[in-house]
């Protein structure tokens, strides 16, 4: 798939740990603001469904902030026939995301890279119910359906978090508590992982849901 990666280093100290809308609405206001040269970024005034955007990784408190490291950064995927629009729009730009100032520089632009096995560190799908008991299986047939709808063969699993439990998460938005699950995808055809990251899962893929990489990066970053 035609699709390519921008990252861009990121000039700040916190983030709130669940930033994902707002993160959002910053890149949302900024392509508004800027319509007249980057209207073609938009659909009805929102930013095109083929984009993915990352939430940002850091440094948790477990009190609701993330501390920013040399790790940290703002990652979007999107075509590549818009990607020197992006690239041009979001560079030297100044983030304020509920108080806490980023600002975005020394953008690089990369490949997805083909992995047997991808993790997401939030999918989410709307289910009639969120039983306690009963959402996991609901939600792994979600995350099946939707490999099948694109027509990839392979495996999903829920992850685990740092105490060994499932790892259920979760994104604020509207003052709504969205429910989801850290999902592990393994057996993919190199094809398949290249499709899945492009395309990635289930809702709220703007907002950093449904972001999927390879478990090496981790590894790497460690």
């Given at each position: 798939m035609n699709y390519l990666e921008i990252q861009y280093k990121l000039v700040g100290k916190t983030l709130p740990a669940d930033h994902g809308y707002a993160l959002y609405s910053a890149t949302k206001k900024l392509v508004l603001d800027r319509q007249d040269s980057y209207g073609e970024l938009l659909i009805d005034r929102s930013?095109?469904?083929?984009?993915?955007?990352?939430?940002i990784p850091g440094v948790s408190d477990r009190d609701g902030t993330i501390y920013l490291d040399r790790h940290s950064r703002f990652r979007l995927r999107c075509p590549s026939d818009s990607v020197q629009l992006w690239y041009r729009l979001l560079q030297e730009q100044v983030f304020d995301i509920q108080g806490h100032l980023i600002r975005l520089v020394q953008p690089q632009l990369t490949l997805p890279e083909p992995s047997e096995s991808l993790k997401s560190r939030l999918v989410t799908f709307k289910l009639k119910e969120w039983n306690q008991s009963e959402a996991p299986t609901q939600f792994l047939i979600s995350c099946q359906r939707a490999l099948d709808k694109l027509e990839i063969e392979a495996k999903p699993f829920i992850d685990s978090d740092y105490r060994g439990d499932l790892a259920k998460r979760s994104l604020y938005i509207h003052g709504k508590h969205v429910m989801g699950y850290g999902i592990v995808i393994e057996?993919?055809?190199?094809?398949d992982s290249i499709k899945l990251q492009c395309?990635?899962?289930?809702?709220?893929?703007?907002?950093g849901c449904g972001w999927f990489y390879p478990p090496q990066e981790l590894a790497n970053a460690a």
């Open positions: 930013l095109s469904p083929e984009i993915l955007i990352s939430s057996g993919l055809k190199p094809e395309l990635g899962m289930g809702g709220r893929k703007h907002f």
